[in-house]
């Protein structure tokens, strides 16, 4: 029974603190988008893909999920040199507090192992790629041009990398009796 309420604690918590995580940048972009925030926010998301990537390249036990992560590390570090260039043009620093971000989140991923840290790393990814598509739909309509072209042409990749995500649901849901698919989403049991 103390075993059970760890798990639920542990699961609430870490849900909890992607929700927050995903919800930093939708509140950061309501009043419309800057080019400097969106450089930051968009860093710190990138940042924190790769640091979550890397730590499911570790953990999985899926190789699907292995080779996924995979990916995203060299695609959010493309992406991440692709801003640093438009931070750079522009005369923007990049804020240290994506480290600080990703370290928390990876800090969150790292209590969990086997299958739980596949659920919650999938189930992450979904929710990550939601928010940072709609940071880059709202960016494409910025008034700054090198930063409206830059998300533009960022958001079929970024769309792709949801399609992938969800994809996996359904590899995790077939590979394991603890994972249940609600919705089209993995919830860890």
Do not use: C, W
């Not at 699961?11 to 927050?20: D, I, K, L, S, V």
């Not at 970024?158 to 995500?165: G, R, S, V, Y």
């Amino acid at each position: 029974m103390k075993t059970s309420t760890f798990k639920f604690a542990n699961t609430f918590f870490a849900g909890m603190f992607f929700a927050a995580f995903s919800l930093i940048g939708a509140q950061a972009f309501a009043a419309g988008v800057d080019t400097d925030d969106f450089i930051d926010e968009a860093s710190a998301k990138g940042i924190a893909e790769i640091e979550a990537g890397k730590l499911a390249i570790q953990k999985s036990t899926f190789p699907e999920v292995k080779a996924y992560a995979k990916k995203m590390i060299e695609d959010h570090a493309t992406a991440n040199k692709e801003l640093r260039a438009l931070a750079t043009k522009k005369n923007v620093k990049v804020a240290d507090d994506a480290e600080l971000l990703s370290r928390a989140k990876a800090y969150v991923l790292k209590q969990r192992d086997g299958e739980s840290f596949d659920a919650a790393y999938v189930n992450n990814q979904i929710d990550a790629h939601k928010a940072t598509i709609k940071l880059y739909k709202d960016a494409s309509s910025s008034t700054d041009e090198d930063v409206r072209r830059l998300a533009a042409t960022s958001l079929p990749k970024l769309e792709h990398h949801l399609t992938e995500a969800e994809a996996l649901v359904g590899v995790l849901a077939r590979g394991s009796n603890n994972i249940k698919v609600d919705d089209g989403k993995a919830d860890h049991h």
